[in-house]
């Protein structure tokens, strides 16, 4: 029994053995082996020197020139309707006229009085000439003459702010009264804004304020214009600092002839510094974005005893970043002009990895893109 139990452990360890050396000859195959390359195909762009217009950006609202809400300045009944909503109106235009008959039939009357009035009254003055009546009778009449033109007077400012006109030129908004309709001193009746220009109001942070200067280029964009970019000129600036915010208000105008802005609007605002900024910029596509660092990866041959395909490999290279400007972002330490950097598929690499540059389908950088579909 002991000895078949030593002939089963004997042969075993013969069968351990001849799987180990089969295994070793198997590795030893491999390892003889060369691995094949995994080249990754990417386009690479040169760090170049440009100059960049200098901006501060903030955001703003739109304000009309001139706008308001039109109102009743005297009580009285709407007796016609001279305007439609959203038409272009001119300074003077009728918009509303109130029930102005009574006033009118005291006008008639106030006016036969100034006549009758006059008459006396320069009869008075022939006869105090001629020295046949007294000074009091003449100065009497001369009081009843200017008391009944002061009343003709009164009467007509009655029924010219019972006529409301249009007090600049501008397009009508949402009509907010109906014919008929009683109206009371203030009572809003429709908004006239003008509309052609616009101001833009925006606020600047008080560090920048040697630099705000008017006559400077301002440029704007909305999310109701997309791809619209509405230049305009700085125009004012408040004399003061604002306590709360220590910024400054500063107002633009923009031209806007098409009418596509409107008092209200919410714009990102970017105002032009009159000096150039020289940076190093790289394609923004470039860059591997992390919470420790922002990185690229140079393109470089690659070392003697590589066998990387085409002689080139990457290096990652953590750098820190500045301001950007269309598909651009300026660097501001980690890279010099000249040096070559992946440009798009840089989150398929690791460093040292090796890859072949093909520019064919390289993407266009631009400084100010349009692009085509949105």
């Known amino acids: 029994m002991k000895k078949k139990i030593i002939i089963a452990i004997i042969g075993l360890f013969v069968v351990i053995g001849i799987i180990a050396g089969i295994k070793g000859l198997q590795i030893g195959k491999m390892m003889g082996q060369k691995r094949p390359v995994n080249v990754e195909t990417v386009t690479a ?19 009309a020139v001139q706008g308001v ?15 439609e909503p959203g038409s272009m109106v001119q300074a ?3 918009l509303v006229q109130q029930d102005v008959t009574a006033e009118t039939a005291q006008l008639r009357s106030a006016e036969a009085s100034l006549a009758l009035a006059k008459v006396n009254y320069e009869r008075a003055s022939k006869l105090l000439q001629q020295q046949t009546n007294s000074r009091s009778e003449y100065d009497n009449a001369d009081a009843q003459y200017k008391q009944a033109s002061a009343q003709v007077d009164n009467l007509k400012a009655t029924i010219a702010k019972k006529t409301i006109r249009a007090p600049f030129a501008g397009v009508l908004g949402i009509r907010l009264i109906n014919l008929g309709q009683m109206l009371s001193v ?3 009746i429709v908004s006239l804004q003008a509309p052609d220009p ?10 920048q304020l040697t630099k705000i200067k008017t006559g400077l280029t301002v440029r704007i964009k909305s999310d109701a214009l997309p791809g619209k970019i509405l230049e305009g000129t700085i125009t004012a600036l408040n004399p003061q600092v604002d306590a709360a915010t220590r910024n400054i208000m500063v107002q633009g105008t ?4 098409d009418l596509l802005l409107r008092p209200g609007m919410f714009v990102t605002v970017t105002m032009v510094l009159p000096e150039q900024q020289a940076v190093l910029a790289i394609p923004a596509t470039g860059v591997v974005n992390a919470p420790y660092s922002d990185s690229v990866f140079i393109v470089e041959n690659a070392p003697d005893n590589s066998t990387a395909a085409g002689g080139k490999v990457v290096r990652q290279q953590f750098v820190r970043l500045g301001i950007r400007q269309g598909d651009f972002v300026a660097v501001t330490a980690g890279l010099k002009q000249g040096d ?5 598929g840089v989150f398929k690499l690791r460093n040292g990895q090796a890859v072949a ?3 064919t389908l390289a993407p266009k950088f631009e400084l100010a893109p349009t692009p085509k579909d949105r």
Not at 198 to 205: D, T
């Open 357 to 359: 540059v093909d520019n």
């Open 198 to 207: 616009v101001f833009v109001n925006f606020s600047l942070p008080q560090q």
């Open 45 to 63: 762009a040169a760090v170049q020197p440009q100059n960049w217009e200098s901006t501060l950006s903030s955001v703003g609202s739109l304000v």
């Open 186 to 188: 203030g009572e809003a």
């Open 69 to 83: 809400m039109v109102s009743a300045e005297m009580a009285g009944k709407v007796a016609h309707i001279a305007f």
């Open 254 to 257: 923009i031209r806007n002839p």
């Open 340 to 344: 070559m950097i992946v440009s798009t």
């Open 92 to 94: 003077g235009d009728l």
